[in-house]
């Protein structure tokens, strides 16, 4: 039995995951962390961290950025892997979820979909073959209440872009103040909010007279639910203190767990 915090449980995809937790013979959910203390029938909640003085195998964050600094200070002093569904994060603190990485097992993902990441890696071979025929765009969707702009997804696309392209390239989020032609080196993201988009990504490849475009769409948020899942599964198999991503998930054959 592998036993679980769900932090951010009172959330809609803390929800999801504890229902998904709660069918699967093999998971228990232990606490839950959030701002809204409202009960749990199923586990005691807790608005800070420290205020929990049990221990779990693993915990999973579907919070917000604000509750990093918290998080991070009950997994260190307990050292308990942590999985990483958070988006949103400053350069300062991810710099400090490196550094915490050093001492526990971390599982980060700008997205937790399989699809997603199956996109990033055509995306990466994509640029291998194109190289500087094309311009690379992305464009990505999501509902009116996230807050968060670009995506994560999107930056994780852009990076999987930057790391196969044949030149050092750099992000542009806008156009609006730049009266210049479109540099080769660029990549583009652009993002839209509305309504209530799960999310969308779309890679756009523009070259001379053809136009590539690979897409991912989601029709639930569900699906980020059951990659958490299979998330934590990994990462309590994990020995050593690191940084860890869907691709070593993958590559471990557990992503049909």
Request: include cysteine; glycine fraction near 10%.
């Amino acid at each position: 039995m592998i036993n679980i915090i769900l932090s951010g449980c009172n959330g809609y995809m803390g929800r999801v995951v504890a229902a998904i937790a709660g069918g699967d013979p093999e998971l228990s959910v232990v606490a839950g962390f959030d701002i809204t203390t409202a009960a749990s029938d199923d586990f005691p909640v807790y608005r800070d961290p420290v205020e929990f003085g049990g221990t779990a195998d693993a915990v999973i964050d579907f919070s917000n950025a604000a509750a990093l600094e918290g998080l991070l200070a009950y997994c260190l002093k307990s050292k308990t892997p942590l999985v990483l569904c958070t988006t949103g994060h400053s350069e300062g603190q991810l710099d400090t979820i490196s550094e915490a990485a050093k001492q526990i097992p971390i599982f980060k993902s700008g997205n937790m979909s399989l699809g997603v990441n199956l996109l990033v890696n055509l995306v990466r071979r994509a640029c291998e073959v194109l190289g500087e025929s094309f311009d690379v765009e992305i464009i990505e969707r999501h509902h009116r209440r996230k807050v968060d702009a670009p995506s994560g997804t999107a930056l994780l696309l852009a990076d999987a872009a930057a790391s196969a392209l044949p030149y050092s390239s750099v992000n542009v989020f806008e156009r609006q103040s730049r009266r210049i032609p479109r540099e080769k080196r660029e990549i583009g993201i652009s993002a839209v909010r509305g309504g209530t988009i799960v999310g969308e990504h779309e890679v756009i490849f523009a070259g001379l007279d053809e136009v590539i475009e690979l897409k991912h769409s989601a029709a639930s948020r569900d699906v980020f639910a059951a990659g958490a899942i299979r998330a934590v599964k990994f990462i309590v198999e994990v020995s050593k203190p690191g940084m860890y991503n869907m691709d070593d998930l993958l590559n471990n054959g557990l992503d049909n767990g």
